[in-house]
Structures are given as C-alpha cells and as structure tokens.
T-cell receptor
Framework: DTGVSQDPRHKITKRGQNVTFRCDPISEHNRLYWYRQTLGQGPEFLTYFQNEAQLEKSRLLSDRFSAERPKGSFSTLEIQRTEQGDSAMYLC???????????FGQGTRLTVV | AQSVTQLDSQVPVFEEAPVELRCNYS??????LFWYVQYPNQGLQLLLKYLSGSTLVKGINGFEAEFNKSQTSFHLRKPSVHISDTAEYFC????????????FGSGTQLTVLP
C-alpha cells in the first residue's frame, strides 16, 4: 500500500491555459474526494466519487472545472481557462466503505501566473 | 450543514510545555470528529478521530482529544510538545454514519520554540 498518489506535485501555468491533475487512490478504496486549499485556509470540498459515479459537487466547482474517475480507479481534475484565483493546493483523498476516515495525498500545488 | 471554528490561528509554545488547540463545531446532525496535521507542502495526516463511545480519544504522536457534546467542542491536547510537532493542525467534521465529505476549520499553526 503506497498511499494516495498525486501528480504532478507542482504546476505553474499561464492564465488562460488548461491544466489536468491526476490522483491514484489507495487500491480498493471505492471513494475518492477532491479538495482545494488556499493559503492560510483549511481544505474545501470540491467533489466526491463513489466508484466511477460522481455523487456530489460543491458550488465551488465552476463550469471551468471537471473531474472524472473512469473505471472507478484513478481520477483526473481538469481546470480550463485558468485564472489567478485558481492558484491553490489541490488535495485528493480516498476511503473505503469500512473506513471512517479519508487518507490524503500530498497534493498538487498550482500557481497561475 | 456543518461548520468548524478553530479559535486560535497561531499557538506558540516552548518545547516540553503542554498545549491545547481549540475546536468548536456546529451541526444539525450527529457528526464524526477528526484532527489532521499538515507539515509544509504536504498532505494531511490523521492524528485521531472520535466516532462514538468514550469521549477521550488518543491518537498518534502522544496527542489526545476530548469530545464535549454540550459545548460542541473537540479540543486537542498534548502534555509535552517537541520541536517536531511544529505544523498546521486542522479540526474537521463529517456527518456520522457515512463517509461524506469533511468540513474543515481554518487551521491552527503550532510553533514549538526551543
């Protein structure tokens, strides 16, 4: 068990570009979450998958954001037409049906210049 | 809906001194309670959790927390801190009985001074 893995760890992009992040959950975890953390704040929920189904989306997830989890394994989070306000740490977490806690990855730090 | 208030944004403390990080929550339903720790440029690591039963829960690295339902609090304590405990600490809640999303507080930066 190597834990939740996120790639890349850091991403610098120009405003207006599209970016995609990947999350590999702990194997056999059927639940996957994305959170966003801005400087000096706690993580804020973005979206939640159970297997391949996206069951919840926060209103923070504007139409420029899309998340997928094909085949219920890894997940991707894409941000289109990035804005400076999108600069943040994007955290992925996973859990199983029997776990009450979520296990977090190390995050992807996005900087939009 | 749930909300979490961490009453202190920064807590400086000398090495080997005791520390308490305060957390209050609000919820219309029963909740699970968690404390996570985050080191610089890292993800979050679970310190401890309260699900039900004994209101005093023990976690890793010598931390413990006490659930107080009447005061809707879940304060984190350690009797003697080390330099290595310097980190950001987050209190979080989720609705009980499900693995729904967590609602986090804004965090408390614990700085342990030599």
């Amino acid at each position: 068990d190597t834990g939740v893995s996120q790639d890349p760890r850091h991403k610098i992009t120009k405003r207006g570009q599209n970016v995609t992040f990947r999350c590999d959950p702990i194997s056999e975890h059927n639940r996957l979450y994305w959170y966003r953390q801005t400087l000096g704040q706690g993580p804020e929920f973005l979206t939640y998958f159970q297997n391949e189904a996206q069951l919840e989306k926060s209103r923070l997830l504007s139409d420029r954001f899309s998340a997928e989890r094909p085949k219920g394994s890894f997940s991707t989070l894409e941000i289109q037409r990035t804005e400076q306000g999108d600069s943040a740490m994007y955290l992925c977490a996973s859990s199983s049906s029997v776990h009450t806690e979520a296990f977090f990855g190390q995050g992807t730090r996005l900087t939009v210049v | 809906a749930q909300s979490v208030t961490q009453l202190d944004s920064q807590v400086p403390v000398f090495e080997e001194a005791p520390v308490e990080l305060r957390c209050n929550y609000s919820s219309s339903v029963s909740v699970y309670l968690f404390w996570y720790v985050q080191y610089p440029n890292q993800g979050l690591q679970l310190l401890l959790k309260y699900l039900s039963g004994s209101t005093l829960v023990k976690g890793i690295n010598g931390f413990e927390a006490e659930f107080n339902k009447s005061q809707t609090s879940f304060h984190l304590r350690k009797p003697s801190v080390h330099i290595s405990d310097t980190a950001e600490y987050f209190c979080a809640v989720s609705p009980s009985g499900s693995a729904r999303q967590l609602t986090f507080g804004s965090g408390t930066q614990l700085t342990v001074l030599p």
